[in-house]
């Protein structure tokens, strides 16, 4: 079961009149990018405001900062469709075709789908901060649903799901091929332990001014009696070291 509050966003939870407990068997299939056509303080107050009928399950602010109104296990109203006599009508009760190949015959897309809502206007480009926070948070979700990203599968605007009145949402400067390169980059990164263990990479320089070539492993820990050591294998040798004392680097032949 995915965890319901991503821990590195701000806990917002919202009424309940404006989200559905649970997604009624549905599993995510997809996050759907919004824009919120105005500033991240006012995204709060709209979504716990029960007349509105509102929610997304996060907005990511132009600073980076994430906030979460909605479980991810639960059901966020941003994404809503209604299937009624063989055609899909959008909220404001207008027929609409949508582009998402894979939505489930006759079922809401509320259901099955994350809700991201981003500071800002359509014509904005994203900042940097607000991409790496998308990023993170596409990573995390990733990781809860087993979603691999695909731009317009599993990773689209709300544009693809309501393209009539959503047409520019979240805008034509999105760029969702990076977004999903970058955080299948980094998840692929993630399989490997990550040792950041000698910040000056001593070894790496040592290596280099004895001809030894280029790294084939990361820096790896061995204990020989008693004390830790740092090693890393080159084209020409492994490269050692007790764990802090980098003026005194040896090496020895594969
Ligand atoms: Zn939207």
Not at 6 to 17: E, G, L, M, N, Q
Not at 70 to 81: C, I, K, Q
Not at 202 to 213: E, K, P, S, V
Request: glycine share 6%; aromatic share 14%.
């Amino acid at each position: 079961m995915p965890l319901d509050w991503c821990p590195f966003a701000t806990k917002r939870p919202i009424v309940s009149d404006n989200f559905s407990v649970g997604r009624d068997g549905q599993k995510v299939r997809a996050v759907v990018l919004h824009i919120a056509a105005g500033p991240l303080s006012a995204v709060f107050p709209t979504f716990n405001n029960p007349a509105r009928k509102a929610s997304a399950h996060f907005c990511i602010g132009k600073d980076g900062t994430i906030e979460q109104y909605v479980s991810v296990n639960d059901t966020a109203y941003a994404n809503g469709l209604a299937w009624k006599d063989g055609q899909w009508y959008n909220p404001a009760g207008k027929v609409v075709q949508p582009t998402w190949q894979d939505l489930v015959p006759k079922v809401n897309p509320n259901l099955y789908t994350i809700s991201i809502e981003h500071e800002g206007y359509p014509a904005d480009k994203w900042t940097e901060a607000m991409y790496d926070a998308n990023n993170r948070l596409l990573l995390w979700l990733a990781e809860q649903f087993d979603l691999t990203y695909v731009p317009r599968r599993t990773l689209i605007g709300h544009y693809e799901i309501d393209p009539v009145d959503k047409a520019n949402c979240p805008g034509p400067n999105v760029e969702y091929a990076r977004m999903a390169l970058e955080v299948t980059v980094w998840r692929a990164a993630r399989k490997f332990k990550w040792m950041p263990i000698n910040d000056r990479a001593a070894l790496y320089q040592f290596a280099q001014a004895n001809n030894l070539g280029y790294p084939q492993t990361d820096e790896f820990e061995f204990v020989y009696d008693g004390k830790t050591y740092v090693g890393q294998v080159f084209n020409l040798g492994i490269v050692y070291a007790r764990k802090g004392d980098w003026g005194n680097i040896k090496w020895v032949n594969k």
